[in-house]
């Protein structure tokens, strides 16, 4: 069974503490994650996150680097090699998953073609 902390809307908050670096407050992420308040608020502490300080993130990241390409990513395969566990590989590829998207997001409300 997944932890609730692996959820959806804890890896959208995750991605949004990612992508807004020390600017994020739990306010604006509400406003800018379409998440209540609430929600926000309960998961904030427990997701702070960046590669640079993940050893599971890079762990996961070399091992697609040196098998298999991205869209071809097999999460069981990964865990079996790594011994990774494959509800922590998938949190990690949705949290990624949320980067995108909000990145994207954000470039189109902007229309600069970047995040800040």
């Keep these: 069974m997944t932890p609730a902390w692996r959820s ?10 990612f992508l807004m670096g020390d600017k994020a407050t739990k306010a604006d992420c ?5 998440l209540s308040r609430s929600t926000v608020i309960k998961w904030w502490d427990q997701v702070e996150w960046t590669p640079e300080n ?23 395969r990964c865990a079996a090699e790594t011994g990774i566990s494959v509800d922590i590989i998938e949190f990690e590829l949705l ?3 949320e980067i995108f998207r909000l990145g994207e997001e954000w470039d189109k409300r902007s229309g600069k073609g970047e995040i800040w």
Excluded: V
């Excluded at 959806?8 to 503490?17: E, S, V």
């Excluded at 050893?55 to 999460?75: L, R």
């Design 8 to 17: 959806k809307p804890a890896a959208k908050i995750r991605a949004y503490r």
């Design 30 to 34: 509400a406003r800018d994650t379409g």
């Design 54 to 76: 993940s050893q599971t993130f890079n762990d996961i990241q070399n091992w697609m680097e040196m098998t298999t390409h991205y869209k071809n990513f097999n999460s069981k």
């Design 95 to 97: 949290t990624l998953d």
